[in-house]
């Protein structure tokens, strides 16, 4: 018997001590670039209230928009909510308010364009604006970290896709980890054009990133593709802001992306 429990506690040591970032993390769709990130009881969106298609977009769902505004399972104790910028398919002044409103241990963390606009909804005084982080990042400045809880996030401003066309839009790429467990990164609207990541190449190489949610374009151009796979410090990447119509040459690329609201995956975790 002494040998059979001695057999148990060497199995058990070979193992190792369970790490709580062990935890499994898991990304699930919500519409163009809206994402729910979950890593044990820590939740972050992207980017998940916004009005417009444009009649190109995925939409989020009724049904789903309605429970992420009661804070139904999943979307139940969600700690903060990163937006990339203001346009209307990312971003909804109105329902941004109603939900902080609704939603008291919530934050929200946007550039300050985005803020601007919601103080100009809302009374001066009201307080969810305690709750509420302006990013006022200029291109070329450096990145900015901030601190929710469990939540440890950076915010680096990249133009926004069309450079330098909208060279006006903050759009902000987010570097987000959850309870010192998966390391996400949000680019937003990002331009693939390494003249704005070169830049910040120190910021890029000082942590890993388990996760990447690029824009779709990403993946269509040399540029893109280098700038996931060697420069973003990134062990996968998963696309987002895909067209309801999949683009062909999307579909025919082998690169991973979410299209279907609802849809989840399980993180990789690279750092344990």
């Known amino acids: 018997m002494r040998s059979i429990f001695a057999a ?6 070979a193992a190792g001590p369970v790490a709580a970032h062990e935890e499994g993390s898991e990304a699930r769709y919500l519409g163009n670039e809206g994402v729910l990130v979950v890593h044990g009881e820590t939740k972050v969106l992207f980017d998940p ?68 606009l919601m103080r100009g909804e809302t009374a001066p005084d009201n307080p969810i604006f305690e709750r509420v982080t302006g990013v006022p990042l200029e291109r070329g400045d ?35 980890t959850l309870a010192d467990g998966a390391t996400v990164m949000h680019l937003g609207d990002a331009d693939p054009n390494d003249d704005h990541f070169a830049p910040h190449a120190d910021h890029w190489a000082a942590k890993e990133t388990d996760t990447a949610f690029p824009p779709y374009w990403f993946f269509l151009r040399d540029a893109g593709r280098a700038i996931l796979e060697t420069r973003l410090n990134a062990a996968e990447a998963i ?34």
């Open 8 to 13: 148990l506690a060497a199995v058990l040591l």
């Open 49 to 116: 209230l916004f009005p417009n298609s444009f009649g190109i977009y995925q939409l989020v769902p009724e049904d789903m928009r309605a429970a992420l505004m009661a804070g139904e399972p999943p979307f139940d104790g969600v700690d903060a909510i990163f937006v990339s910028h203001m346009h209307a398919d990312h971003f909804s002044v109105g329902e941004s308010i109603a939900y902080l409103e609704t939603h008291p241990e919530a934050r929200l963390v946007a550039p300050e364009q985005a803020v601007e």
């Open 142 to 176: 450096a990145p900015i970290s901030i601190s929710i809880g469990e939540v440890v996030a950076e915010a680096v401003r990249i133009p926004h896709a069309g450079w330098p066309q909208r060279a006006e839009v903050s759009n902000l790429v987010y570097r987000v």
């Open 239 to 272: 696309g987002v802001h895909v067209p309801v119509q999949v683009p062909q040459d999307l579909a025919a690329s082998g690169a991973d992306f979410f299209s279907v609201p609802g849809e989840t995956r399980s993180l990789n975790q690279t750092r344990n």
